[in-house]
């Protein structure tokens, strides 16, 4: 068993999922912190067309994606990580909606499965199935109240949201501690005070002077009140 996260998405569009090559994870991946695969979901499939939808029962617009080639697709994945939890992530509009408290949940999960749906979504018999295997987890997650074409939009945000926090990711794990919804007062958790750097003027405005005094407990003073401003007028 490894002690590296291991990451694999199945979806339809592999090339969606470019960016994880990119800044902190595709370093993170070329540091041996993380392990990511990409599946593409049409080679479970055995007809000329590469096929994984079908209509709907019971009628209406759209497709369904068909339930035998995510089995397939699920289950060889599984087998890369044997005599392990597999978490499978499932991208739906009723999932739960991602926190910073979920995703540091997530960061437990030595294997997680994203299954990026497209249509109107997969057969839920997928979900119903692998939650009743005893070496998975199915989670339904949402990145919010709005429609995407598919899962790996929010398959991306969920896997840096994740990805970021884990140890060695971060050059400066302690800037992890003052962001926005892990920075806390009695009030709960906040959104992140307003930054500056340099110059000290620019068009007219400047740096607060406290943050030039080099008195670091009237900073961190200035910063939670800061924080409680900008969580109190957040628009929701």
Same mark, same amino acid.
């Given at each position: 068993m490894s002690n590296v996260n291991r990451f694999d998405?199945? $979806?339809?569009?592999?090339?969606?999922?470019?960016p994880l090559n990119l800044s902190l994870i595709g370093k993170a991946q070329a540091a041996g912190l993380i392990s990511? *695969?990409?599946? &593409?979901?049409?080679? #479970?499939?055995?007809?000329?067309?590469?096929?994984? &939808?079908?209509?709907?029962?019971?009628?209406?617009?759209?497709?369904v994606m068909s339930p035998e080639p995510w089995g397939s697709a699920i289950d060889e994945v599984a087998e890369l990580v044997p005599n392990e939890v597999h978490e499978l992530i499932?991208?739906?509009?009723? @999932?739960?909606?991602?926190t910073q408290e979920l995703a540091i949940e997530l960061t437990k999960s030595k294997?997680?499965?994203?299954a990026c749906g497209?249509?109107?979504g997969i057969d839920v018999r997928v979900s119903d199935f692998?939650? $009743? #295997?005893?070496?998975?987890?199915?989670?339904?997650?949402?990145?919010? !109240?709005?429609?995407?074409?598919?899962?790996e939009v929010a398959t991306l945000v969920i896997m840096e949201?994740?990805?970021?926090?884990? %140890?060695?990711?971060?050059? =400066?794990?302690?800037s992890l501690d003052e962001e926005s919804h892990t920075l806390t007062s009695d009030d709960g958790a906040l959104v992140e005070y307003p930054n500056y750097t340099k110059p000290k003027e620019w068009? @007219?405005?400047?740096?607060? !002077?406290?943050?030039?005094? *080099? =008195?670091? *407990?009237?900073?961190?003073?200035?910063?939670?009140?800061?924080?409680?401003?900008?969580?109190? =007028?957040? %628009?929701?």
């Amino acid at each position: 068993m490894s002690n590296v996260n291991r990451f694999d998405v199945i $979806t339809i569009f592999p090339e969606y999922l470019a960016p994880l090559n990119l800044s902190l994870i595709g370093k993170a991946q070329a540091a041996g912190l993380i392990s990511i *695969g990409i599946h &593409d979901l049409r080679d #479970q499939t055995s007809d000329v067309h590469g096929s994984v &939808d079908d209509t709907p029962y019971g009628g209406g617009a759209g497709m369904v994606m068909s339930p035998e080639p995510w089995g397939s697709a699920i289950d060889e994945v599984a087998e890369l990580v044997p005599n392990e939890v597999h978490e499978l992530i499932v991208l739906t509009p009723a @999932g739960q909606k991602l926190t910073q408290e979920l995703a540091i949940e997530l960061t437990k999960s030595k294997h997680l499965i994203f299954a990026c749906g497209r249509y109107e979504g997969i057969d839920v018999r997928v979900s119903d199935f692998y939650a $009743t #295997q005893k070496n998975f987890k199915v989670r339904e997650i949402s990145i919010g !109240d709005y429609v995407l074409g598919g899962g790996e939009v929010a398959t991306l945000v969920i896997m840096e949201a994740i990805i970021r926090l884990l %140890p060695g990711v971060i050059g =400066n794990p302690a800037s992890l501690d003052e962001e926005s919804h892990t920075l806390t007062s009695d009030d709960g958790a906040l959104v992140e005070y307003p930054n500056y750097t340099k110059p000290k003027e620019w068009r @007219g405005l400047s740096v607060p !002077d406290v943050l030039l005094s *080099g =008195n670091h *407990g009237e900073i961190a003073k200035w910063r939670l009140e800061q924080a409680r401003i900008r969580t109190k =007028n957040r %628009p929701n």
